[in-house]
């Protein structure tokens, strides 16, 4: 009787719980469905990069390039690395700045639209076919790249966008029309559709635990037992 009258109580909590965390709940199935459409190779661009053919550095550029006086800011990283046929080393700065050297150790400006432009058509395939084409500073980059790094913005006629550093020199980020799909789809399913980041705070926890203690309810009804309905 005791048995009964918990299973009894479990069922009305699963009944409850159903009508308040379905929608979620559907919310994530539907999402996740998206999500694991398409392979993440296409989802990122990979398919639309074309394959550079590696260059080997000069056998004198470890003595060649030559820097400038040793910066006054801390710095993070020192890279050497062939770039549109140069040697080129990149000094990364702890504040997240960036510079180029060539082989001289003049300071290399920041890419200009033709540079980008033609970064675009050798690296990417329809990357000739040009929409439209803006800078964008470190503090102001647009919602789909969400990085502090200055880059110019490639929007191509498919539809696809592509961001090239200005300060790199290199493409940073592919943003194909299914990735702002799967980039919507992944903010739905983590609840948070301002930053597309957190996927750890309250009101997820809180849903995820109540699905979660809806479907125990659910697998514990499953032992419960039903009386045989009388044939007539």
Do not use: C
């Not at 965390?21 to 392979?39: D, E, Q, S």
């Not at 000094?91 to 920041?110: V, W």
């Amino acid at each position: 009787m005791a048995r009964q009258k918990w299973m009894t109580r479990f069922a009305r909590w699963h009944i409850w719980l159903g009508w308040l965390v379905g929608v979620p709940i559907v919310m994530w199935m539907a999402t996740g469905l998206v999500m694991v459409a398409r392979p993440i190779e296409e989802v990122r661009g990979n398919h639309l990069r074309i394959e550079q053919p590696q260059q080997a550095l000069p056998p004198d550029t470890a003595i060649a390039v030559t820097l400038p006086d040793i910066p006054s800011r801390p710095v993070k990283a020192v890279s050497t690395a062939m770039q549109s046929g140069q040697a080129v080393t990149t000094i990364e700065y702890l504040d997240g700045s960036l510079e180029r050297f060539g082989r001289s150790g003049a300071r290399l400006p920041p890419l200009n639209e033709i540079e980008a432009r033609v970064i675009s058509a050798e690296q990417i395939v329809g990357g000739d076919k040009i929409e439209s084409i803006t800078a964008f500073k470190a503090n102001d980059v647009p919602f789909d790249f969400r990085r502090p790094l200055a880059v110019w913005q490639v929007e191509l006629e498919s539809g696809d966008r592509v961001y090239i550093g200005r300060e790199t020199g290199q493409i940073e980020a592919v943003r194909t029309r299914w990735w702002r799909v799967f980039d919507f789809m992944w903010g739905l399913h983590i609840m948070d559709l301002e930053t597309r980041e957190d996927t750890s705070h309250p009101v997820l926890i809180l849903f995820a635990a109540l699905g979660l203690t809806g479907a125990l309810l659910g697998t514990v009804l499953m032992f419960r037992r039903r009386k045989t309905r009388p044939t007539s």
